[in-house]
């Protein structure tokens, strides 16, 4: 099945930098989604994004949803220890019994 | 209000044996799902119900089966356990069709040995 494509597999960075991540898919989605999971926990929802463009904000994160409706960005800014965890990325599709696409997700580690 | 609740949260099968894994939801959600997470996978979709009496296959259905008998529940079954169906299994929930994204549980890790 189809995956959205994240990369890096891991990023480093220290406390109080900014971190940006992207999400790219060869096809188009009506909505995005980021989704970050922490150990031994399931994914929980960050912010979801419904049209293209659309610049959404939660705290310190931003995302936006691609003009193209194929891409996304997610930006951390001011990173603290507990932004650590895996960021998923998510599109979601009108009909087909609208089924979550998920990318293979990026492990975040934060030095102090 | 529990949301996602999953049993159990851990379980080291032999080969050959049988287990179900518990999911159900107290948001009176139409659509289920579960997932395997192995790492740097991602998440891969076993099977997904779209409400009760309904489901369907998803990417990697081959040795689960599921049931949908109540809105509430929607357990996973192993009926041969295999070392490759070791991971970690999640169960998720939204209300309907045009709901956005998913409620998840919190998982049972599954070893098979």
């Known amino acids: 099945g189809q995956q959205l494509n994240q990369s890096p597999q891991s990023m480093f960075i220290q406390e109080g930098e900014d971190v940006s991540m992207n999400c790219t898919s060869s096809s188009i989605f009506n909505t995005w989604l980021w989704y970050k999971q922490e150990p031994g926990e399931g994914p929980v929802l960050l912010i979801a994004l419904y049209k293209a463009g659309e610049l959404t904000s939660n705290g310190r994160l931003t995302a936006q949803f691609g003009i193209t409706r194929k891409d996304s960005f997610l930006n951390i800014s001011a990173s603290i220890p507990s932004d650590v965890g895996i960021y998923f990325c998510a599109g979601q599709r009108f009909g087909a019994n609208s089924k979550l696409t998920f990318g293979k997700g990026i492990t975040l580690s934060v030095r102090p | ?113």
């Open chain 2, 1 to 113: 209000n529990a949301g996602v609740t999953q049993t159990p949260k851990f379980r080291i099968l032999k080969i050959g044996q049988s287990m179900t894994l518990q999911c159900t939801q107290d948001m009176n959600h139409n659509y289920m799902y579960w997932y395997r997470q192995d790492p740097g996978m991602g998440l891969k979709l076993i099977y997904y119900s779209v409400g009760a009496g309904i489901t369907d296959k998803g990417e990697v259905p081959n040795g689960y089966n599921v049931s949908r008998s109540t809105t509430e529940d929607f357990p996973l079954r192993l009926e041969l356990a295999a070392p490759s169906q070791t991971s970690v299994y999640f169960c998720a929930s939204k209300a309907n069709r045009t709901a956005y994204g998913y409620t998840f549980g919190s998982g049972t890790r599954l070893t098979v040995v």
